[in-house]
């Protein structure tokens, strides 16, 4: 796969060039490029993209108004698309928004309903998520109560900033770390996007949610209690999503919410179905569950990996496995393999790991393996 930080290419910054030397009297395209392209091979993706922006801030006209007059005008003029958002001739758009994007937060903390009006039109030509943050921890009431009027804007793109510019721990994003500590202001907004027609605005939704859901779980079970009651399937994917971490934890409001009770069953395992267990390859196990209920129940089962780690500890992490309903009386018999694989975000260490089920969020079993990172010859 391509690295993202190739999208921040020298074709681009060319294109850029081209667009600004249309608006810039006496704009020295050669040595803007040269200056640009001189050091962005040897930068990482954040990295150029505030090179080309440093740079082009130099080019740019001090006043405030003819500076962004100059950004709006080299925008791509088709927003909203999803397929292609490539720059061209025509204007600039998908990833040359991210400099240009900084541009705004460099410049325009002053002035919020030009900043913001500007923002807005960028993020339909990708997105302004990571740009409207230091306006929100700059001055929040200002910066919500403007985008509280895009809840209802044609564009998909507007609406979805409202709720994930937001966010209080939107990833690679600045922490807003007054909504971290009351995430109440946001609230009016999520409610009035939490139907929206557009899957793209309601996941968004969801992902905030489980944003808040980090700091404040008590608030989340309560909201999807109360957004639970009447839901279409659309809200009810959105509210699952948006707890899937608390129930995850076994949060027992959250559970509740959901109509999930404590079980009531006997489990025997989880069994590991080998002696050795290979990196590379993977752990098979089975579990059988007993009802002892007299009625059906529905359960909600995840495992939990204890993996071991570099200080020879371990550590658990929970993988969704299946929903499923148990009638009164039954027993079910299930196996699951998990892989164990090169992955990017997880180091293996050979030695005893170990697996455990967790249901409705309590947890039943603890089945050590060790894990080989070899086989013998």
């Given at each position: 796969?391509?690295?993202?930080?190739?999208?921040?290419?020298?074709?681009?910054?060319?294109?850029?060039?081209?667009?600004?030397?249309?608006?810039?009297?006496?704009?020295?395209?050669?040595?803007?490029?040269?200056?640009?392209?001189?050091?962005?091979?040897?930068?990482?993706?954040?990295?150029?993209?505030?090179?080309?922006?440093?740079?082009?801030?130099?080019?740019?006209?001090?006043?405030?108004?003819?500076?962004?007059?100059?950004?709006?005008?080299?925008?791509?003029?088709?927003?909203?698309?999803?397929?292609?958002?490539?720059?061209?001739?025509?204007?600039?758009?998908?990833?040359?928004?991210?400099?240009?994007?900084?541009?705004?937060?460099?410049?325009?903390?002053?002035?919020?309903?030009?900043?913001?009006?500007?923002?807005?039109?960028?993020?339909?030509?990708?997105?302004?998520?990571?740009?409207?943050?230091?306006?929100?921890?700059?001055?929040?009431?200002?910066?919500?109560?403007?985008?509280?009027?895009?809840?209802?804007?044609?564009?998909?793109?507007?609406?979805?900033?409202?709720?994930e510019g937001t966010r209080p721990r939107l990833p690679w994003g600045m922490r807003l770390k007054k909504l971290c500590e009351d995430p109440t202001p946001t609230l009016p907004l999520l409610e009035a996007l939490k139907d929206d027609p557009e899957e793209y605005v309601r996941r968004s939704?969801?992902?905030?949610?489980?944003?808040?859901?980090?700091?404040?779980?008590?608030?989340?079970?309560?909201?999807?209690?109360?957004?639970?009651?009447?839901?279409?399937?659309?809200?009810?994917?959105?509210?699952?999503?948006?707890?899937?971490?608390?129930?995850?934890?076994?949060?027992?409001?959250?559970?509740?919410?959901?109509?999930?009770?404590?079980?009531?069953?006997?489990?025997?395992?989880?069994?590991?179905?080998?002696?050795?267990?290979?990196?590379?390859?993977?752990?098979?196990?089975?579990?059988?569950?007993?009802?002892?209920?007299?009625?059906?129940?529905?359960?909600?089962?995840?495992?939990?990996?204890?993996?071991?780690?570099?200080?020879?500890?371990?550590?658990?992490?929970?993988?969704?496995?299946?929903?499923m309903l148990l009638p009164a009386g039954d027993t079910l018999r299930l196996q699951r393999k998990h892989p164990i694989k090169p992955i990017t975000t997880r180091?293996?260490?050979?030695?005893?790991?170990?697996?455990?089920?967790?249901?409705?969020?309590?947890?039943?079993?603890?089945?050590?393996?060790?894990?080989?990172?070899?086989?013998?010859?």
């Amino acid at each position: 796969m391509e690295p993202f930080k190739n999208k921040i290419s020298p074709d681009l910054v060319r294109c850029i060039s081209g667009h600004l030397e249309k608006h810039l009297k006496d704009f020295d395209r050669s040595a803007y490029e040269t200056e640009i392209l001189v050091e962005l091979e040897k930068l990482e993706l954040k990295q150029r993209a505030r090179h080309i922006a440093d740079v082009t801030g130099r080019y740019l006209p001090v006043d405030l108004d003819e500076r962004y007059a100059v950004l709006e005008a080299i925008l791509h003029p088709v927003a909203d698309t999803e397929v292609d958002r490539a720059s061209d001739e025509r204007g600039i758009r998908g990833w040359g928004m991210m400099p240009l994007g900084m541009l705004v937060t460099d410049s325009g903390l002053s002035d919020y309903e030009k900043s913001f009006a500007l923002l807005k039109e960028m993020t339909k030509r990708a997105t302004a998520e990571f740009e409207v943050r230091p306006f929100l921890d700059e001055n929040q009431h200002q910066a919500l109560s403007i985008m509280a009027t895009w809840v209802s804007d044609p564009s998909v793109h507007v609406r979805r900033l409202v709720s994930e510019g937001t966010r209080p721990r939107l990833p690679w994003g600045m922490r807003l770390k007054k909504l971290c500590e009351d995430p109440t202001p946001t609230l009016p907004l999520l409610e009035a996007l939490k139907d929206d027609p557009e899957e793209y605005v309601r996941r968004s939704v969801a992902n905030h949610l489980n944003d808040i859901a980090k700091d404040h779980p008590d608030l989340v079970a309560e909201i999807a209690e109360r957004w639970l009651k009447d839901a279409d399937k659309k809200r009810e994917k959105l509210v699952r999503h948006a707890c899937r971490s608390l129930v995850k934890q076994g949060h027992a409001p959250t559970l509740a919410a959901f109509g999930l009770n404590p079980p009531e069953v006997s489990v025997t395992g989880p069994q590991i179905l080998e002696s050795e267990v290979f990196y590379g390859k993977g752990v098979n196990f089975a579990v059988e569950i007993q009802s002892e209920s007299s009625k059906p129940q529905e359960l909600i089962l995840d495992y939990v990996i204890h993996f071991k780690k570099a200080n020879g500890r371990l550590s658990p992490k929970v993988f969704k496995w299946t929903k499923m309903l148990l009638p009164a009386g039954d027993t079910l018999r299930l196996q699951r393999k998990h892989p164990i694989k090169p992955i990017t975000t997880r180091t293996y260490y050979e030695g005893t790991q170990a697996i455990g089920l967790r249901i409705n969020g309590k947890d039943y079993g603890y089945s050590e393996f060790a894990l080989l990172m070899q086989e013998s010859v």
